[in-house]
């Protein structure tokens, strides 16, 4: 499977359902995109401010000439030609500042793909090699209109408002060797506080907060009762079960004789961890999975 870099660019969604060996290919050309964009970007940035300055340099250059008494003819030639020169320098400038922005739309979010990256490595452990996961990852920003979830007036400042906001950029699912079926979410949240402030001057002001509130990772397990059916039996121990790195808090838990559902909220500071989004994974996938495996021993002494 290739990435269309047009679709990339467009839409900053990628889309697959396809063996885990596919899209982890898929995963990794996205990183080296996202590498060779931020590189390019780098590159005609600098170039666009070298123009500018030379530019800069120009104009002053002009002002120098025409204070100094220098013969006419030579002082009109030097300025037409520093002239040319700053027509040619804006030109190459607008270029620059256009191939900068057009690698800008290719620099994806980083720490998205990053963590996808491991979930799956992860998880292929324990997926057959010839079975499909699904999986939607998005590179939007998560404030943007389409994500706004709800607007509410601010509790304690008349007049103002609170736009607030919800991402999913993270969507995957798949099934175990085991036939437990999983899907995992990640969802971003953000809040931004608008309004009118008087000053001290008596002037109105308007002001704008953006805050972010953090991080919502779902795990949803759908497993076969014949193997796992006396997990009924411990949902009691389900939630003593459950260990979470220092920021992150469990929301909800709940178990059915189908399926245990949880989710887990990151703090806003480490919303954009790679490393924290991973670990809080990671350990969910585990926490069930002890519950699983001692109601799979109980499930065998029953029989």
Do not use: C
């Not at 120098?64 to 300025?79: F, N, W």
């Not at 509790?155 to 995992?184: A, C, M, P």
């Not at 795990?219 to 121990?237: D, H, M, S, T």
């Amino acid at each position: 499977m290739s990435i269309e870099l047009q679709t990339l660019r467009k839409n900053h969604i990628y889309t697959a359902k396809a063996t885990v060996s596919s899209v982890m290919a898929d995963l990794q050309e996205i990183a080296g995109i996202d590498r060779l964009a931020e590189l390019q970007q780098s590159k005609h940035g600098k170039r666009a401010l070298y123009y500018f300055l030379a530019i800069i340099g120009a104009l002053l250059l002009i002002v120098v000439l025409s204070i100094l008494k220098i013969e006419t003819t030579i002082l009109g030639l030097g300025i037409i030609l520093l002239l040319l020169g700053i027509f040619i320098l804006t030109i190459l400038l607008i270029y620059e500042l256009f191939k900068k922005i057009k690698f800008g739309r290719l620099n994806v979010i980083n720490y998205r793909y990053e963590v996808t990256q491991r979930v799956v490595q992860m998880l292929a452990r324990d997926i057959d090699e010839s079975s499909e996961i699904e999986l939607t990852l998005s590179f939007k920003p998560t404030v943007t209109k389409e994500n706004k979830a709800e607007i509410i007036p601010h509790l304690s400042k008349t007049n103002w408002k609170i736009d607030k906001y919800q991402h999913e950029w993270l969507r995957l699912k798949g099934q175990f060797l085991d036939k437990t079926r999983f899907l995992v979410t990640a969802t971003e949240l953000s809040k931004t506080q608008y309004g009118w402030k008087r000053g001290r001057s008596g002037k109105s002001k308007y002001k704008s907060k953006r805050n972010s509130v953090g991080l919502d990772v779902v795990l949803n397990l759908n497993y076969p009762q014949r193997r796992y059916g006396a997990v009924k039996i411990l949902q009691n121990e389900v939630s003593n079960a459950v260990k979470l790195p220092n920021l992150s808090y469990m929301k909800g838990l709940k178990v059915t004789e189908k399926a245990m559902y949880m989710i887990v909220r990151i703090a806003p500071q480490v919303a954009d961890n790679s490393e924290e989004i991973y670990q809080t994974i990671t350990m969910m996938f585990l926490s069930f999975y002890q519950v699983l495996n001692l109601a799979k021993v109980l499930s065998k002494e029953s029989r």
